[in-house]
């Protein structure tokens, strides 16, 4: 079987959208994958889209790198201060249990 030439196509990626006449920058970003798909209105109407679409020209691509994030350090340094504030939160309930016990007894 001889085959004359083979024909390799793709989707073709369309956007659509509504931009309004006035000088303005837009950003198209892409690449992240747990970014979920958008839903926009224009899907729901389709006649409303004109016929005659205006190309649209991009720049240069730009990388934008991912910012690494700040390590959180734990809100006491110093393990003395947790402890401390334990210990008082236990004195504290302490003191209000025995103040309820005593007032109970004395009724």
Same mark, same amino acid.
């Given at each position: 079987v001889n085959v004359a030439g083979v024909e390799v196509s793709g989707p073709v990626h369309e956007i659509i959208a509504r931009f309004n006449n006035t000088t303005a920058r837009y950003f198209l970003t892409y690449g992240n994958v747990l970014a979920g798909f958008p839903e926009y209105d224009i899907n729901q109407f389709p006649d409303k889209i004109p016929a005659s679409l205006s190309i649209l020209t991009f720049g240069n691509e730009q990388l934008i790198?991912?910012? !690494? /994030? *700040? %390590? *959180?350090?734990? +809100?006491? !340094? /110093? !393990? +003395?201060? +947790?402890? *401390?504030? %334990? %210990?008082? +939160? %236990?004195?504290?309930l302490g003191w209000f249990s025995l103040k309820m016990i005593r007032k109970k007894e004395a009724v």
């Open positions: 790198e991912k910012k !690494k /994030n *700040a %390590i *959180a350090g734990p +809100l006491f !340094k /110093n !393990k +003395l201060w +947790l402890w *401390a504030i %334990i %210990i008082l +939160l %236990i004195v504290v």
